[in-house]
Nanobody, 127 residues
Framework: QVQLVEAGGGLVQAGDSLRLPCEASGGTFTAYVMGWFRQVPGKEREFVGAMYQTSGSTYYADSVKGRFTISRDMAKNTMYLQMNSLKPEDTAVYYC????????????????????WGQGTQVTVSS
């Protein structure tokens, strides 16, 4: 059974940085896309960014572009979300997800079809 485990969340001040790891374990799979999403209570889960595993190409939501960066360490089966210049509106539970099937660029932000999800990690940014 594949498991994704996020960590690294916490309470920080506006302008601070955090790095969230997402470690995959428990099974053998080849990810096509690994993505990050976030959710605040009462709102839909929203796309933050994603990486195509074959090419390493990354794509981001406009709200985080230039501040957040996705990277990976394949030897550790871990994807990272580096978050800089954090803002109070970045406060959310952050989730990582994996899709093992082809996913076109236009569908990167769609929740449906991602095969595995982590349990989430809370990020709180105070003003």
């Amino acid at each position: 059974q594949v498991q994704l485990v996020e960590a690294g969340g916490g309470l920080v001040q506006a302008g601070d940085s955090l790095r969230l790891p997402c470690e995959a374990s428990g099974g053998t799979f080849t990810a096509y896309v690994m993505g990050w999403f976030r959710q605040v209570p009462g709102k839909e889960r929203e796309f933050v960014g994603a990486m195509y595993q074959t090419s390493g190409s990354t794509y981001y939501a406009d709200s985080v572009k230039g501040r957040f960066t996705i990277s990976r360490d394949m030897a550790k089966n871990t994807m990272y979300l580096q978050m800089n210049s954090l803002k109070p509106e970045d406060t959310a539970v952050y989730y990582c997800a994996v899709d093992v099937n082809f996913r076109p660029l236009a569908n990167l932000g769609k929740l449906s079809g991602y095969d595995y999800w982590g349990q989430g990690t809370q990020v709180t940014v105070s003003s």
